[in-house]
């Protein structure tokens, strides 16, 4: 793939982030946050399936040779849903996802500054402390009221 196919598949990826909470939220109403959270990992546990069984190239054997740390992805995962289920109802969706959004990015300039995880390094400079300043700014601006 392109990276510019890469990149609309994340720009759609990001709508999807966006758009998740708000539908959780409307759950919650329902059946309660935590069974919402619950819920909605459910249904993307089965729809990962599908695409693993129709789809899928890899070796999910090979999962019994990973560290510990590498399971706990799903765990962060169930954490930030059910957070922004609780948030965004009292806060809305734009000032919850422009936290989000600015701790996502600073916190990857920090992983991408240390090489975290065996990934590619990139270095810390001006431009990406300038760019994290922003971000918290436009987050202030959105989220106050």
Request: hydrophobic share 55%; net charge positive.
């Given at each position: 793939?392109?990276?510019?196919v890469?990149?609309?598949?994340m720009?759609?990826?990001?709508i999807?982030?966006?758009?998740q909470?708000?539908?959780?939220?409307?759950?919650a109403q329902k059946v309660?946050a935590l069974?919402s959270?619950?819920i909605?990992?459910?249904?993307?546990?089965?729809?990962?399936?599908?695409?693993?069984l129709?789809a899928g190239?890899?070796?999910?054997?090979?999962?019994?040779g990973?560290n510990?740390?590498e399971?706990t992805?799903?765990?962060?995962?169930?954490f930030?849903?059910t957070?922004t289920?609780?948030?965004?109802?009292?806060v809305g969706?734009?000032?919850?996802?422009?936290?989000?959004?600015?701790a996502?990015?600073?916190?990857?300039?920090?992983l991408?500054?240390?090489?975290?995880?065996g990934?590619?390094?990139?270095?810390f400079?001006?431009?990406?402390?300038l760019?994290?300043?922003?971000?918290?700014?436009?987050?202030?601006?959105?989220?106050?009221?």
């Amino acid at each position: 793939m392109t990276n510019l196919v890469l990149l609309v598949l994340m720009f759609c990826g990001g709508i999807a982030i966006a758009v998740q909470p708000s539908i959780n939220a409307r759950l919650a109403q329902k059946v309660g946050a935590l069974e919402s959270s619950c819920i909605s990992f459910a249904v993307g546990t089965l729809v990962l399936i599908a695409v693993v069984l129709s789809a899928g190239k890899g070796n999910l054997r090979a999962a019994a040779g990973t560290n510990w740390w590498e399971w706990t992805g799903g765990a962060f995962g169930a954490f930030f849903v059910t957070m922004t289920i609780f948030v965004v109802p009292r806060v809305g969706t734009a000032a919850a996802m422009s936290v989000v959004i600015a701790a996502q990015l600073t916190t990857g300039v920090l992983l991408d500054h240390y090489g975290a995880f065996g990934l590619r390094h990139v270095p810390f400079d001006l431009k990406r402390l300038l760019g994290c300043l922003f971000l918290f700014a436009g987050a202030t601006l959105i989220a106050r009221r």
